[in-house]
């Protein structure tokens, strides 16, 4: 019987054990979260207002429910404390890594320390109720907000910024957040890209929600638009794109009604630093880009100063290195073949990766499916002789006399009663617990 550990429950790690169950029914899967709570960036990730892509955990719920399927929740791999990589080895024929890319790009400007700017991964764990998020005080004394990148999780936390508690209390959200974003000030909201509106990454959906929030506005100059070179015959752009600029000229063509909220869609501005006031973020100074020509941006030498008491970054995510495998820095991602992990250009038995850990930080939901498809079919290919090595039939017992309790199936559905009892003492529904001691507190009232 082949034995194998996932590591990492987000989507790329359900599709995985999936994939496996599927194609083999000798196969059993284990798998493992550092956190007590399944789904990854599923959970911890999609706004909570995205109810129906939040929706997508019943179908990892019906992976992780497989009668050959078991979740090991809170089970830390690598680092300070960790099941070492090589332990996992002589656990399980194989090893399976779905770690993601844990950490955001930076920027590299100067004042980018300041207090007051955090990575937009920083905003979405807070106010997703992640166990490791910063304490509030995101929007403590905040009047202008800019957010830098023009993907949809920009566009996700400039939405937040500007939602109102009426529209968030049928939501998740842990109850902090909920009133934090209720007793907000914002009132203006510069959402900024460095290149043209016709090359950023949001999609069409994600923008029209924009113009759809109550007693917001959406303003976009004409001018910025002009600078595109794409605007002059939209018609030659991808749909996606074409659509994009569809929506984009028409609140550009919009007069401002004075609504409570502006929502500012700024182009052709590149942050060169963040200005201090008071010892803490003060305003963006961007320099003004034109097209190079070739897809890219240059600078211009003409520069402007936007305002701003909470900056958020959105450039992007990165994979870490995690101790015990191969990491090439320059990509972010561990070296594979087809989903094989290569130790010095070599394949090393029994080691794997799919999803932005494999590939990078690239795709949406979806594309995990083929990505963990490719990594499966390769380790079921080498499954004959991996299947030599002796592993423990329980692979628990083996961690629970190391020291390491995880929390299984039992105790993440002990952690959903408590988050639907918190709700219901709220006047809410569910609500998220927000620290490791309620969640593990939790999980502990499991009857086992």
Not at 254 to 263: L, M, V
Request: hydrophobic fraction near 40%; charged fraction near 25%; glycine fraction near 12%.
């Amino acid at each position: 019987m082949l034995r194998v550990a996932v590591v990492g429950s987000g989507p790329s790690g359900c599709y995985t054990a999936q994939g496996l169950v599927q194609q083999d029914p000798s196969v059993r899967v284990d798998v493992l979260d550092r956190l007590p709570c399944p789904y990854g960036l599923v959970r911890y990730g999609v706004a909570p207002d995205h109810e129906k892509i939040k929706s997508l955990q019943n179908n990892l719920r019906t992976v992780l429910e497989h009668e050959r399927v078991r979740f090991l929740g809170g089970v830390q791999v690598g680092g300070p404390g960790g099941v070492p990589a090589g332990r996992l080895r002589e656990l399980y024929h194989a090893v399976v890594y779905c770690v993601g890319a844990a950490t955001d790009r930076h920027l590299g400007i100067p004042g980018e320390d300041l207090p007051g700017s955090w990575s937009a991964t920083e905003f979405v764990s807070w106010y997703s109720a992640h166990p490791d998020a910063a304490e509030d005080g995101f929007l403590r004394g905040v009047q202008s907000a800019v957010v830098i990148g023009v993907g949809n999780v920009a566009v996700d936390v400039t939405r937040m910024l500007a939602r109102g508690s009426a529209e968030l209390s049928p939501t998740d959200m842990p109850e902090a957040a909920l009133a934090a974003l209720a007793e907000s000030r914002v009132a203006e909201v510069h959402m900024v890209g460095r290149r043209g509106p016709s090359q950023a990454r949001f999609t069409t959906k994600e923008l029209r929600e924009l113009g759809s929030l109550p007693d917001t506005e959406v303003v976009v100059d004409p001018a910025e638009l002009a600078l595109d070179p794409a605007f002059a015959d939209p018609s030659a752009l991808p749909a996606a794109q074409r659509r994009n600029v569809e929506v984009l000229r028409g609140w550009a063509a919009t007069p401002p009604r004075g609504a409570a909220r502006r929502i500012r869609l700024r182009f052709f501005l590149r942050p060169v630093e963040l200005l201090a006031a008071d010892g803490r973020v003060g305003a963006v100074r961007f320099e003004r880009t034109a097209p190079d020509g070739s897809g890219g941006v240059t600078g211009t030498g003409r520069y402007e100063d936007v305002a701003a008491q909470l900056v958020l970054r959105s450039v992007g995510y990165r994979g870490v290195p995690l101790e015990g495998l191969p990491f090439d820095a320059g990509t972010g991602t561990v070296p594979h073949r087809e989903g094989r992990v290569l130790r010095d250009g070599a394949i090393a038995p029994g080691e794997y990766v799919a999803g932005w850990i494999k590939r990078g930080p690239t795709g949406v939901i979806g594309t995990n499916r083929p990505c963990a498809k490719e990594t499966v079919t390769s380790l079921l290919a080498d499954a004959p002789a991996l299947v030599h090595d002796p592993v423990p039939d329980d692979a628990v017992a083996a961690l629970r006399a190391e020291g390491v309790e995880p929390v299984e199936w039992a105790g993440w559905q002990a952690i959903e009663r408590a988050e639907a009892e918190l709700g219901a003492s709220l006047g809410r529904s569910v609500v998220k617990l927000p620290d490791w001691e309620s969640l593990r507190t939790a999980a502990r009232t499991a009857v086992s």
